[in-house]
């Protein structure tokens, strides 16, 4: 993959490097939103979407970044108290989202880089009446993956729904929304799915939006059952980022000629490979690094390395950059202990090493 910036090929975990192909994709003419191609443009969409999110649901197409559809799920979620699962700065945002929209929030925080627990969640949900949690998939500040299906099972046990944030892991982490019987899952454009910042996507069981329908105050823009009345004509509700859904047409296609599990496939590899790589350099070089994930629950699209205390974050990437590689340094309180790999998107295991090399070079010197 070449690289697309004058910063250098990017492994930030979002945005994360867009292939010329789909830059190209966006040179296509405006057309009208309220017609026949762009409903036919639509219908395009939800056959490359539907399969990524492996639903028959519509898939919802929001003109907003990721935080947009987590607003919707609050919104739109039942009244009631929430418990937000907190476990990394994505999920504590969630948790923020829910306080500002005037939800009644209760924080359930394990340590950055854990996961959540069954057991302890099982006994938490039986402690205070809550109607849904929040949950992040693959905790992009940490590189946490926690275990949604069951996650999702457990609420449901109490009958809470289950709100679900996979902006980094849908498309290169394994989701099953309809098999898993999952009620909300939302997701962004720039991290796995390789687009341009600017889209999220999100699906919803019918009867989270038949429930919805019963919530006051859901507002507009992020109104799911406004979003669901309009994907069932293949139209959204207000004027779309119409660039944005030519990108996304050409990348679905290059999604589904991968297939989804091929794709997920080559993301765990390059987990795989990264974390391989944390334990070479480090007896080489003498130097602790280490995954702050635990084996187990490590996210195949991001890995958080921790530094030596004697390298900063910021110094690292910006060495890093001199050799044409863009990493992302911490993100909220581990801003200067860590840096991440965004090992996501169309990257290759061809691309990691090249990023690898790059941060091998930076610890050796
Ligand atoms: C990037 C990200 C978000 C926020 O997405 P924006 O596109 O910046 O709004 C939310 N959750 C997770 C897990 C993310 O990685």
């Known amino acids: 993959m070449s690289p697309t910036t004058a910063f250098g090929t990017f492994f930030l975990p979002g945005p994360t490097e867009v292939r010329e192909e789909i830059m190209t994709a966006m040179l296509q003419p405006m057309i009208p ?18 399969p990524i999110f492996k ?7 929001s003109s907003s970044s990721g935080t947009g559809m987590m607003e919707a799920a609050i919104r739109c979620a039942p009244s009631g108290r929430i418990l937000c699962l907190v476990n990394g700065a994505f999920s504590e945002r969630f948790a923020h989202i829910a306080s500002m929209c005037g939800r009644d929030v209760d924080r359930y925080e394990v340590a950055w880089g854990q996961v959540h627990a069954i057991p302890q969640l099982d006994e938490r949900l039986s402690m205070r009446k809550y109607t849904a949690i929040t949950v992040v998939h693959s905790e992009t ?31 290169g982490a394994e989701l099953h929304f309809d098999e898993w019987k999952l009620d909300y899952v939302l997701t962004g454009s720039q991290k796995a799915l390789a ?48 660039t944005l859904f030519y990108a996304l047409e050409a990348q679905a296609k290059s999604i589904a000629a991968e297939g989804l ?23 080489e070089t ?20 921790r530094l030596p ?38 990257h290759t295991m061809e691309s990691l090493e090249r990023c690898l090399a790059a941060c091998s070079s930076v610890l050796r010197s």
């Open 261 to 283: 599990e091929t794709r997920w496939a080559r993301h765990k590899a390059m987990a795989v490979r990264t974390q391989e790589w944390i334990t070479k350099i480090s007896d």
């Open 286 to 305: 003498g130097k602790k690094l280490g995954n702050i994930a635990p084996l187990g629950s490590q996210s195949p699209t991001v890995s958080t390395i």
């Open 195 to 242: 687009l341009p910042p600017g889209l999220s996507f999100a699906a919803a069981s019918a009867s989270f939006i038949d429930r919805a329908n019963g919530t006051h105050d859901r507002g507009v823009y992020f109104d799911l059952v406004e979003l669901d009345a309009y994907a069932r004509r293949n139209q959204t509700p207000s004027t779309p980022a119409l």
């Open 309 to 346: 205390s004697d390298t900063p974050a910021e110094a690292f990437t910006a060495a890093v950059a001199k050799h044409g590689i863009v990493v992302g340094a911490g993100y909220g309180k581990l801003k200067s202990s860590t840096f991440r790999i965004g090992h996501m998107g169309d």
């Open 55 to 61: 639903t028959e649901r519509p898939v919802y197409i």
């Open 33 to 50: 939103h309220r017609g026949p191609e762009f409903e036919r443009l639509f219908e395009r969409l939800q056959q490359g979407l539907r």
């Open 141 to 171: 500040s940490t590189g946490a993956l926690n275990d949604v299906r069951a996650i999702s099972d457990c609420a449901h046990r109490h009958s809470i729904a289950c709100l679900i944030d996979s902006v980094s892991g849908l498309g």
